[in-house]
């Protein structure tokens, strides 16, 4: 049975409330488990026995939060171990044009790197979902979208 | 006397209406040159004799459009020439996270590869003016102040 | 049977010698074809028509070339297309920190925006290949894994 | 007198030796006082003090380090001091391909967001000097030549 963990940093909760949106629609697909974790409580063991992990952060400074940063700095010890694994990714932000879609691209860099594989959209927020301000009707399907993409993605694995 | 060019591709009209913003924007300062020319009909002398250089481009899968991306390829020939030089850039698209953001950096990253001066902006759209469809007020205000902003800077050269 | 196309521009030949070096890798895995195309020479109905697109281009100004700038441009026509399809992407570059990785990032923004796949890898050159001149073993060792590894995604489709 | 910090993050060492070499070429330029702290030891005190800052960091999964990502989270209770000040950035890395230059745009694009002035170089590593291992003649060169390029823009602030 396939696992997805979700992991996101937040403080203000608005990338909470997407992360919960995501778990919905994971959720929604049979025949996966879906976890819920915070960054800074995530362990390197869930990161190996995922087999897909999505990854929500605020967006500071156009990159994800230093807590996010740091669980994939800790990640380094278990490299390799993720490779082929599915990932995604989400962004809450304070308004357009502030370092959001960097902050979406920079999670899928650090998940490339693990050899893991993306998917982008080409409907709606292409890199992963992404919220201005608290996450409305829109922003909340989208989040859904994502989990149930990648909990079908996971179904396939491995996928090569 | 300082000299600026601001440089953009249009097509449905939306950056070319930012343009003008830029334009009235970098005119409002005293003591500068100013030139609006399209991507398509911009000249390697041109680019070597501004001294600020304003890109604007539709987001177009997350990058500047081709003719955008054209004049740069085009302007290797002229390549150490523009070293030193002010840039900044913007970009129209058709809604948030659909790749405004990459598209400014693009054009930023061809800009530091030139061995450009940037500047990004601590308030509103961080990288450079972002318009989701037709520019409204906030934008244009964005807009001109990327462009006084540009010309203020130009006054100073050489920076370094 | 799965169909792969290897689209490339190149000039000066590196990126041509990558692009055969990923065809072979692609060849190597059975039950899928393989085709390898000049961008300026690729149509909308051969994107539609691939299940895995590979996209190799020299590193100029830090993003893919215009005329694969150009091709993406175009497949505007086609967008929502090719949701779902695998790619990948490789750059010949003059140095290190040139801009080969931004310019790989570049072609993988553009995939994500069409809802494509992509794959980084943990080992090498993570977002994909990267030759500094001339391909040498290394990285043709490398072109051949990617083109082996879409081959092997595109059998596993559809993947979502 | 224009003062600049050097900023860096390193655990092996080389990133600290290249922070060494950029140190080195800042104190070269005359009429400029120049400091090297680590990012853990760094105030944002001294962040707003400084009129020029650098910031180097090793490569990890293609963005800065975490301690580096936790000084500009930190550092958002002085947003908007920043505005106008002078950046530059250097990344050490294992390897080509690795995520260097991703490294080193992600520090520039926070710098942006903070409203920053950063410069690119039409020479050598052109978003900022990268070292793949321990820093040999040339990379000590780049690093030199970035310290006295910001001590020069120093002098000339306020640039806009």
Chains 1, 2, 3, 4 share one sequence.
């Not at 962004?91 to 959001?100: I, L, P, Y």
């Amino acid at each position: 049975m396939g696992k997805i963990g979700i992991v996101y940093y937040s403080r203000g909760g608005n990338t909470e409330k997407m992360a919960h949106a995501v778990y919905e629609g994971a959720k929604s697909e049979a025949g996966v488990e879906v976890e819920l974790k915070k960054a800074e409580e995530t362990s390197l063991d869930e990161l190996t026995r995922w087999d897909g992990i999505i990854v929500g952060s605020p967006t500071y400074y156009g990159l994800p939060a230093a807590p996010v940063k740091e669980l994939f700095d800790r990640s380094v010890k278990r490299h390799g171990m993720l490779e082929g694994k599915v990932g995604g990714a989400f962004s809450s932000s304070a308004n357009v044009g502030g370092g959001n879609e960097t902050t979406i691209m920079g999670i899928i860099q650090m998940m490339l790197i693990h050899g893991m594989i993306v998917k982008g959209s080409s409907k709606g927020d292409h890199y992963g979902p992404v919220s201005l301000g608290e996450p409305d009707e829109r922003v909340k399907k989208q989040c859904k979208n994502l989990g149930a993409t990648i909990a079908k993605m996971v179904k396939k694995m491995p996928i090569c």
